[in-house]
């Protein structure tokens, strides 16, 4: 058990509607990392928060969006939802910014959009 | 350029071998981190072994071990006396301190598929 908690762990939902995933990192992480593992694009990052700020970007499409609440939790939230958005989205966390320690994953949140 | 590159899409060996995994990696940052991870068919990422980028000894987590080539830029992951439920796609990732253009996330080489047989 990694300690990051991710709801739900499968989703199923139509293309054009939105979701939103949710992630509770580590008890004291204060970095909150969103990954996209697709078949075709393997896992890519998408966006960082660090203690409540967006830290980075990567390659998150504007139909998506994110945020870092006071209590640390992250919550992605997908909208316009495509069939290419069907992937595992995984949620990660680590104590702080700049170290190169081990992330900590979550199990994931697959998402099937039909 | 590919920041982490797996050259491998997938293995199959004899269970009880020995197997490596290659991975080479680019990076301009003194500091960085190495890391393998192991996903099975049911999804979660299971983190198997840490390389820092100032450790002079190679890293072993029990049958892992990480044969680390600072100079070639490689990050070889063996595993020593494979068995069936090694049997999962396995992810070298970077983790630099500076280069991550504002992020200090992992970045991933695309996995191999690593199937041991009976």
């Known amino acids: 058990d990694s300690g990051v908690t991710q709801t739900p762990k499968h989703l199923i939902t139509a293309t054009g509607q939105r979701v939103t995933l949710r992630c509770s990192p580590r008890s004291g992480d204060l970095s909150v990392y969103w990954y996209q593992q697709s078949l075709d694009q393997g896992l890519q990052f998408l966006i960082q928060?660090?203690?409540?700020?967006?830290?980075a970007k990567g390659n998150i499409l504007e139909r998506f969006s994110a945020q870092q609440f006071p209590d640390l939790h992250s919550e992605l939230n997908l909208s316009s939802l495509e069939l290419g958005d069907s992937a595992l989205y995984f949620c990660?966390?680590?104590?702080?910014?700049?170290?190169?320690?081990?992330?900590?994953f979550g199990e994931g949140s697959r998402l099937t959009v039909l | 350029a590919q920041k982490i590159t797996q050259t491998q899409p997938g293995m199959f060996v004899q269970e009880k071998e020995a197997v490596t995994l290659d991975c080479t990696y680019d990076t301009s940052d003194q500091s960085y981190g190495l890391f393998w991870y192991k996903q099975p068919s049911s999804g979660e990422m299971i983190f198997l072994i840490y390389q820092g980028s100032y450790d002079e000894q190679n890293a072993t987590e029990g049958r892992y071990s990480l044969n680390f080539q600072k100079a070639r830029k490689s990050a070889n992951l063996v595993i020593s006396a494979s068995q069936l439920g090694d049997s999962a796609m396995y992810f070298c990732?970077?983790?630099?301190?500076?280069?991550?253009?504002?992020?200090?996330?992992?970045?991933f080489g695309k996995g191999t598929h690593l199937i041991i047989q009976p």
């Open positions: 928060y660090y203690n409540g700020e967006e830290r």
């Open positions: 990732a970077m983790r630099e301190r500076y280069s991550g253009g504002g992020a200090d996330g992992l970045t």
């Open positions: 990660a966390s680590s104590v702080a910014g700049l170290n190169t320690g081990e992330l900590f």
